[in-house]
């Protein structure tokens, strides 16, 4: 049991790339979400998923795009790398939605990004 | 989701106990509180969750306030691997969980 995997662990891009950041689970959790954590900062929210096929906005969406085909997998675009993305990024998934009394987010190691 | 409010940081000696307050004054009535943790250059990683009985696991105990406004994760004798940064996080209806800052843990040897 991996738990929640991301690729690539670190990433340089130049400003106006595009670029895709992998995460997978192994542990059939409905909910998946992708937060962007700035030095000194808590986390927060890009986007998530409630389940295959459906996706909504979080707290920061601008400039990401995700997609969710299958359980397993939620991958977070990057459309025009900004410096203002330089950040780690983490994935997380959870068996529960929040509210529940079953909601326990599990995360991945992260990605570090920077934008030069 | 309800705010929170927690100390920027808090010092401990190793295998004394230590209690991490959070206030969430605006909680609602269904809202859980869930405790994170994240260690240097790692993800977070979950503690624990309560309503609002008192809750334990072999991590930590959580208390939550008769009242519900304030909450207090207590780590039993700390080691140095519980140097972290915790999140405190209520979770009700909102998709968007709100991570503050959360609290420094430094633990001396």
């Known amino acids: 049991n991996a738990g929640v995997t991301q690729t690539p662990k670190f990433q340089v891009l130049k400003t106006g790339q595009s670029m895709t950041l992998q995460c997978a689970q192994d542990?059939?959790?409905?909910?998946m979400s992708w937060y962007r954590q700035d030095p000194g900062m808590g986390l927060r929210l890009i986007h998530y998923?409630?389940?295959?096929?459906?996706?909504d906005q979080g707290e920061v969406p601008n400039g990401y795009n995700v997609s969710r085909s299958t359980t397993e997998d939620f991958p977070l675009r990057l459309l025009s790398a900004a410096p203002s993305q330089t950040s780690v990024y983490f994935c997380a998934s959870s068996y529960g939605a929040p509210g529940t009394a079953i909601y326990e987010q599990y995360f991945g190691p992260g990605t570090r990004l920077t934008v030069t | 989701d309800a705010k929170t409010t927690q100390p920027n940081s808090m010092e401990s000696n190793e295998e004394e106990p230590v209690h991490l307050p959070c206030n969430h004054s605006t909680i609602s009535g269904t809202d859980y509180i869930h405790w994170y943790r994240q260690l240097p250059s790692q993800g977070p990683e979950y503690v624990i969750h309560?309503?609002?009985s008192n809750v334990n696991n072999r991590m930590a105990s959580l208390a939550i306030a008769e009242d519900r406004k304030s909450s207090t994760l207590i780590l039993h004798r700390a080691t140095l691997r519980d140097a972290a940064v915790y999140y405190c996080?209520?979770?009700?209806?909102?998709?968007?969980?709100?991570f503050g800052r959360g609290t420094s843990l430094i633990v001396h040897p």
């Open positions: 309560g309503l609002t």
């Open positions: 998923s409630v389940g295959a096929g459906i996706t």
């Open positions: 996080l209520p979770s009700g209806g909102s998709y968007i969980p709100t």
């Open positions: 542990m059939n959790h409905e909910y």
